[in-house]
C-alpha cells in the first residue's frame, strides 16, 4: 500500500517561508521521481516541481528562484523549501510519485498580503 503524507502547510505573510514535508513508502519513493504539484481554488492543479532520485531537479517558471525542492533517500521524503512567497502562492500543495496514481492528502499553504 503506497502512503504519500504532507506536512508544513501553514499560514505566513507574504514575503514570509515555508518548508514542506512529504514521507513516502519506501516501494514508492525507492524507484521514482518525485513532484510537488498544488491547486489553488478554482484553477486546475499545476506542477511546482520535481526530483529525479538522482537529484536533478525541475521548476516551474512562477517558482524559479524562490522554491528548493529536496530528497532524504534514507528517509524516504521529499521537501520543498518556499521562501518569498507571494499571495498568488496559496493552494493546497500535494505530493507525487511522477508516472503513477498516488497523490498524498495535501497541505493547505496561506499567503496573506
Known amino acids: 500500500q503506497v502512503q504519500l503524507v504532507e506536512s508544513g502547510g501553514g499560514l505566513v505573510q507574504a514575503g514570509g517561508s515555508l518548508r514542506l514535508s512529504c514521507a513516502a513508502s519506501?516501494?514508492?519513493?525507492?524507484?521514482?521521481?518525485m513532484g510537488w504539484y498544488r491547486q489553488a481554488p478554482g484553477k486546475q492543479r499545476e506542477l511546482v516541481a520535481t526530483?529525479?532520485?538522482?537529484?536533478?531537479?525541475n521548476y516551474a517558471d512562477s517558482v524559479k528562484g524562490r522554491f528548493t525542492i529536496s530528497r532524504d533517500n534514507a528517509k524516504n521524503t521529499v521537501y520543498l523549501q518556499m521562501n518569498s512567497l507571494k499571495p498568488e502562492d496559496t493552494a493546497v500543495y500535494y505530493c507525487h510519485p511522477e508516472y503513477t496514481e498516488y497523490w498524498g492528502q495535501g497541505t493547505q499553504v496561506t499567503v496573506s498580503s
Open positions: 519506501t516501494n514508492i519513493f525507492s524507484i521514482n521521481t
Open positions: 526530483i529525479t532520485r538522482g537529484g536533478s531537479t
